[in-house]
């Protein structure tokens, strides 16, 4: 089993609407999770950290659920710069230092 | 205030030959990973450093592969008698402390294609 699994997608979202995605880890031991965003052929640049109590920044929404190891994303009234691959990223625990990185979830936002 | 260089952007290198990356971190930063990202997947840890330290070099393949992050200068991934699946971005990061906040700052990466 991967230690981080994404649903590769892609989703395609009309735009204006909203999407979700999810993201399991398989360390209970976990202590820190993130969203990287990554365009295409281009570097991962971090989007937002998750916070236990979830956490907001404009149109997107972080969770965290520890008891069944998941966190989530959810983007509202999606843009086309939206457009992207974002990647889940869980460091701690087992991890050590290092971040691991999901294989990432594909959004594609259509006029 | 430039953010993480890497260099060459793009090398071609015949299998067999040897292929070195380097990545300058951002500036006051001493802490540096490698990630390799494959076509279509995502980022694979590969090597964990510090000034003239490997902190944790699980991920990487345990021949050709070689990294350092010496005193002066930028780090350096060297990967020795290529193949062809070692084509791939390899990509940078530092940070300024231990990642447990999350903020790694990327380069632009190395794309490798070994013909």
């Known amino acids: 089993r991967k230690e981080v699994e994404q649903d590769p997608g892609p989703f395609n979202v009309p735009e204006g609407a909203t999407v979700a995605f999810n993201c399991t880890y398989s360390n209970s031991a976990s202590q820190s999770f993130f969203w990287y965003r990554q365009d295409c052929r281009k570097e991962p640049k971090l989007l937002m950290s998750v916070y236990s109590s979830g956490n907001e920044d404009g149109r997107f929404t972080a969770q965290l659920n520890r008891a069944s190891q998941y966190i989530s994303l959810l983007i509202r009234d999606s843009k086309l710069s939206d457009s992207a691959t974002y990647l889940c990223v869980v460091t701690g625990g087992a991890a050590g230092n290092k971040l691991t990185f999901g294989g990432g979830t594909r959004v594609l936002v259509k006029p | 205030n430039a953010g993480v260089m890497q260099n060459p952007r793009h090398l071609v290198r015949r299998r067999g030959q040897e292929a070195r990356l380097r990545c300058s971190p951002m500036?006051?930063?001493?802490?540096v990973y490698w990630y390799r990202q494959l076509p279509e997947e995502g980022l694979k840890f590969m090597v964990y450093?510090?000034?003239?330290?490997?902190?944790?070099e699980s991920g990487m393949p345990k021949e050709r592969f070689s990294a350092e992050f010496p005193k002066e200068g930028p780090s350096i991934l060297r990967i020795q008698q290529v193949v062809r699946g070692d084509s791939a971005a390899y990509f940078c990061?530092?940070?300024?402390?231990?990642?447990?906040?999350?903020?790694?700052?990327f380069g632009e990466g190395s794309r490798l294609t070994v013909l």
């Open positions: 500036k006051g930063h001493s802490h």
């Open positions: 450093l510090q000034k003239e330290n490997i902190i944790d």
């Open positions: 990061a530092s940070s300024l402390r231990q990642g447990f906040d999350g903020e790694l700052f």
